[in-house]
């Protein structure tokens, strides 16, 4: 079992939904969790962490933690095609380390 | 600028050369974080530094591969005796002390090996 699960898509989305981003993970020690974008050929840009159950909202973005069912999620309101690209979830582990997912290509269509 | 700063933005190297990755942390930022990126894979870790500690190197190969981060200077991710295998996309990321944990990357050195 991988520490750290994502769909890998590509999820599609119309111009102004709302993107839907889920992953799992293995370690129910885990604390900490990161949100982090990626455009093909650069490097990860953070987005989001979150540290406690429930949700956390910036701007368009909303991170969701369920420690329970260890999942946390991203959603996008108002998909914009900027915003297409591939979404890392990252894990803190020991030493701080980030135990990253394969991350989810999200498409959005004009 | 005060983000993370890596050198080269590209290096090509053939089999057998070495490779030098230099990695500068954001100002104030005294943890360095390695990662790679092959192609077509996730992110992986490689190596967790503080100056002139290696905190956490459990990511990384046995063997050709090592890393520093001196006292004064950057941070450095060195691969001897380069194969095709090593080419990929090495990420630097650093963080503050304490706090929320969260890291940044630097854009990162693509590394050919041909």
């Known amino acids: 079992q991988k520490e750290v699960e994502q769909n890998s898509g590509p999820l599609s989305v119309p111009e102004g939904a709302i993107a839907s981003l889920n992953c799992t993970y293995s370690?129910?020690?885990?604390?900490?969790f990161f949100w982090y974008r990626q455009y093909s050929g650069k490097s990860p840009e953070l987005i989001m962490f979150?540290?406690?159950?429930g949700d956390k909202e910036d701007g368009r973005f909303t991170a969701q933690l369920n420690k329970a069912s260890q999942y946390v999620s991203l959603l996008i309101r108002d998909s914009q095609p900027s915003d297409s690209a591939t979404y890392l979830c990252?894990?803190?582990?020991?030493?701080?380390?980030?135990?990253f997912g394969q991350g989810t290509t999200l498409q959005v269509k004009p | 600028n005060a983000g993370v700063m890596q050198n080269p933005r590209h290096l090509v190297r053939r089999r057998g050369q070495e490779a030098r990755l230099r990695c500068s942390p954001m100002?104030?930022?005294?943890?360095v974080y390695w990662y790679r990126q092959l192609p077509e894979e996730g992110l992986k870790f490689m190596v967790y530094?503080?100056?002139?500690?290696?905190?956490?190197e459990s990511g990384m190969p046995k063997e050709r591969f090592s890393a520093e981060f001196p006292k004064e200077g950057p941070s450095i991710l060195r691969i001897q005796q380069v194969v095709r295998g090593d080419s990929a996309a090495y990420f630097c990321?650093?963080?503050?002390?304490?706090?929320?944990?969260?890291?940044?990357f630097g854009p990162g050195t693509r590394l050919t090996v041909t």
């Open positions: 530094l503080q100056k002139e500690n290696i905190i956490d």
């Open positions: 100002k104030g930022h005294s943890h």
């Open positions: 990321a650093s963080r503050t002390s304490g706090g929320t944990y969260e890291q940044y």
């Open positions: 990252a894990v803190r582990g020991n030493t701080g380390k980030l135990i």
């Open positions: 370690d129910r020690g885990s604390q900490s």
């Open positions: 979150i540290y406690s159950n």
